[in-house]
């Protein structure tokens, strides 16, 4: 038993009776001490001892005289108390007892009883006189164990009826959708919770099986109806999400419907994804647009990408970003050797830095601030680490900026992309990946055709040396649309826009756009990249396009707003070098299935290196000289189906192109940037 604090009994006397001093403080009440749960339960075990006493009497049976009642009392109580400490029946928390509680309870009792047992029957072999009658010390047990059970679920009950009547008014009353285990967990979790968020009325079973029964003394409400009307029918004025087998399209239609009519949807995860049960004030939340978005989970090689990662030395670019940080994290899973994370941006590769050192285990770490454009830079990186494989992620990425500066976009997204690409073939790397987007299939904007760019040089540069060398650096690209959560992505804007009590800015009401999550996207890369052999360019399934308008919408009902008229939806026109929709690819290209179901292989035409690395030369020599529009127009000459949409290039698709040796135009600029 743990040592008696003095000074910890009296703050917990205080907790209990200083309230001004009028009245008992319970809700200050947050935990008794184990001594004290243990001091109640030998209070308890007393109480039963004169309990069985009386009866005991009143049966008028006779008593061995052996020891005294003190003297029974003490063994008695002395034996149950020992099982107490070995079966810690004293350390959960009273009122969250549950029936683990109870049969350590029963496993204590039933131990000392035989305890007891066992020395009465020892003390008749030893003397040939017992000690105890045993039917007396059944009786004992029995009422024992009913008195120590009746104890916590009175403090229990107690103690949730007097928050219930504290809180009443700050409850909101829900259904919960689902009737199943999951469900059930989630309603006496929620039960559970400190301070109290919700008072459940019901539980809405979709099987429509269970509807003449009751669970936790609550109906069972068939899903007949739209959810909508039960919920308007109970007085409900929410929903909590917790049926585990419902469909992404069911989820949508059941939010849809209930926030059309005003009602709040809240979403639980499985139990089984629990990371505290006692502790799941944070585990029910507000549905999010993230949610909806959501697909099922990708199931990956483990194995294959174990194969091409564990202990190898892997070097991600871009890291301090959004999908480079999280292929970072996902790499480390896989135990390589070692990981080193690259990146220009000091501050967050010093939080990634911070966040992985704490979980690298074995792994080697290593952090380094360089910029991909800066050749001599990246030359020293491989140099001193060597790489097996490199997850290239390092990139500009939003097109209004890159259509303003041209120029900075192929330093990076090109001549970037040259340099790590020749280091990685000069230093022998294994595998080299890049990740590109959907922007680079027929572009209309400077950014999508300075990675249609990479992606050409890249692929050529593998097809060119795998004429010489089979076992040389395999590249390979990935390619994929919108990334929940990325830096600078819609959804982020629209909950800050949110936040701020609107406007919603939406570019054109009628644009569509493809989504990811962060992790799945990282996923597929590094799948992508175990998988591949060199030279391809793998797209993604993306799933259904998503209208931003109706995403526009539908993240304002979730805040719990009427759009247009507690938050205004405000059409700001299409952004330089925006489309109404993006494409993953060509008009000229096909797609081959792998072994994945959501990852196929892109065939597009492969470029004579030689034409395209001459080409790029010249490209980043002309952005050197920050003349936009001839930089431009040598990235429509290198991609023809490039062709600027509201854009100041749109003039150049109408002009003559460049002769087919694409030499510079002698023609001067004045723009400079």
């Known amino acids: 038993m743990e040592k008696l604090n003095w000074n910890r009994f009296k703050a917990a006397v205080r907790l209990v009776f200083q309230s001004g001093g009028r009245k008992l403080d319970l809700k200050n ?110 009786v004992y047990t029995v009422i024992a164990f009913a008195g120590l059970f009746l104890f916590r679920v009175v403090v229990k009950q107690v103690y949730q009826a007097y928050f219930s009547e504290e809180r009443k008014k700050s409850k909101m009353p829900v259904l919960v959708f689902g009737a199943d285990s999951n469900a059930i967990s989630v309603a006496n979790a929620v039960r559970m919770e400190q301070p109290p968020r919700f008072k459940i009325f019901g539980f809405i079973d979709r099987n429509k099986h269970n509807t003449s029964k009751r669970i936790l003394d609550l109906p069972i409400l068939s899903n007949n109806k739209r959810v909508s009307v039960l919920l308007r029918a ?58 909806l978005l959501e697909r099922k989970p990708i199931v990956l090689d483990n194995k294959g990408i174990s194969r091409e990662l564990k202990g190898k030395r892997v070097l991600v670019t871009g890291a301090a970003g959004s999908i480079g940080s999280e292929i970072a994290r996902q790499v480390l899973k896989y135990k390589p050797e070692m990981l080193i994370v690259l990146d220009q941006a000091e501050t967050p590769l010093h939080q990634l830095r ?30 001193v680490f060597k790489p097996h494989v490199i997850y290239h992620a390092a990139a500009y990425k939003h097109v209004p900026l890159m259509e303003e500066n041209p120029s900075e976009a ?3 997204n090109v001549c970037g992309t040259r340099n790590m690409a020749d280091l990685a073939v000069q230093y022998k790397a294994e595998k080299f990946v890049m990740v590109s987007t959907d922007k680079a299939v027929n572009p209309s904007n400077v950014m999508g055709a300075s990675k249609r760019i990479a992606e050409m040089y890249v692929q050529s540069k593998y097809f060119s040396l795998r004429e010489k060398d089979k076992k040389c650096t ?94 205004r939806i405000k059409v700001t026109g299409l952004r330089p070098g925006e489309k109404l929709y993006e494409e993953l690819l060509s008009d000229k290209a096909k797609t081959l299935p792998t072994h994945h179901e959501k990852i196929m292989i892109a065939t597009e035409t492969i470029d004579d290196h030689a034409e395209v ?61």
């Open 354 to 383: 911070l966040e992985i050192g704490k979980c690298c285990g074995e792994v080697q770490f290593e952090t380094v601030i360089g910029d991909v454009r800066n050749y001599q830079r990246m030359n020293r990186v491989f140099e």
């Open 234 to 291: 109970h007085g409900a004025k929410g929903v909590i999400l917790a049926d585990k087998h419902l469909t992404k399209q069911e989820k949508i239609a059941l939010v849809d419907d209930c926030l059309e009519h005003g009602f709040k949807v809240f979403t639980a995860p499985l139990v089984s994804d629990w990371e505290n049960e006692q502790d799941f004030s944070g585990q029910i939340k507000n549905i999010q647009i993230e949610d």
């Open 410 to 412: 192929i330093f990076v």
């Open 29 to 138: 009440i947050g935990y008794l001490p184990r001594w004290i749960v243990l001091g109640m339960d030998i209070a308890i075990l007393v109480l039963a001892a004169l309990v069985t006493w009386v009866l005991l009497q009143g049966l008028t049976l006779s008593f061995y005289s052996r020891l005294t009642r003190i003297e029974e009392l003490a063994l008695v109580v002395g034996v149950n108390t020992v099982f107490f400490l070995i079966f810690r029946t004293y350390a959960g928390l009273i009122r969250y007892s549950s029936y683990i509680d109870g049969l350590k309870l029963l496993f204590s009792t039933t131990s000392a009883f035989l305890a007891l047992t066992a020395v009465n029957y020892l003390s008749f072999w030893a003397t040939g006189e017992k000690l105890l009658l045993i039917p007396g010390l059944f």
């Open 613 to 673: 690395s001459e080409a790029v030369a010249r490209l980043c020599e002309e952005a050197g000289k920050f003349r936009n529009e001839k930089t431009v127009k040598l990235m429509k000459a290198l991609v023809p189906e490039y062709k600027s949409m509201n854009s100041l290039f749109e003039s150049l698709d109408g002009k003559e192109e460049e002769s087919k040796d694409r030499k510079p135009a002698q023609k001067e600029e004045t723009e400079l940037l």
């Open 474 to 567: 395999r590249f390979i690209t990935t390619r994929f649309g919108n990334v929940l959560g990325s830096n600078g992505s819609v959804v982020p804007l629209f909950k800050e826009q949110i936040a701020n009590g609107g406007p919603v800015t939406i570019t054109h009401p009628d644009i569509i756009r493809y989504f990811m999550t962060i992790p799945e996207a990282c996923r597929l890369v590094l799948e992508a990249g175990a998988m591949g052999k060199g030279g391809e360019i793998f797209i993604f399934d993306m799933g259904e396009a998503v209208k931003i308008m109706d995403l526009a919408t539908k993240m304002i009902r979730l805040a719990g707003f009427e759009p247009d008229e507690e938050i």
